[in-house]
Nanobody, 123 residues
Framework: HVQLVESGGGSVQAGGSQRLTCVASGYTSGTMGWFRQAPGKEREGVAAVYTSGGTYYADSVKERFTISRDSSTDTVYLQMNSLKPEDTAMYYC????????????????????WGPGTQVTVS
């Protein structure tokens, strides 16, 4: 059973930076991703990373966000730079014990394990 716990959320001014952390317990390998959901909107994929280190990003965050992972501790990070008010959302970490095809990397339905989320507010 995989458990995911996010941390690092909070309030930040536009143009600032923030780093989110997701610690996974009981997870071995596959795909991990970050998703976000703003009030009244659907959950959307932000970035994903394979156990191999390969990464994938939504167009809206390319060049601003960086996903990385530390396989030795099963920890995934999301470094967010040049934050905008539209980045305000609840951010969720997700995992799937499978190497997902690239077309599925940012689809919430492709992931089986989810953390409780951490709020990021940009003003």
């Amino acid at each position: 059973h995989v458990q995911l716990v996010e941390s690092g959320g909070g309030s930040v001014q536009a143009g600032g930076s923030q780093r989110l952390t997701c610690v996974a317990s009981g997870y071995t390998s596959g795909t991990m991703g970050w998703f976000r959901q703003a009030p009244g909107k659907e959950r959307e994929g932000v970035a994903a990373v394979y156990t191999s280190g390969g990464t994938y990003y939504a167009d809206s965050v390319k060049e601003r966000f960086t996903i990385s992972r530390d396989s030795s501790t099963d920890t995934v990070y999301l470094q967010m730079n040049s934050l905008k008010p539209e980045d305000t959302a609840m951010y969720y970490c997700a995992a799937r014990r499978q190497v997902l095809q690239s077309t599925w990397l940012l689809h919430p339905s492709a992931y089986s394990e989810w953390g409780p989320g951490t709020q990021v507010t940009v003003s």
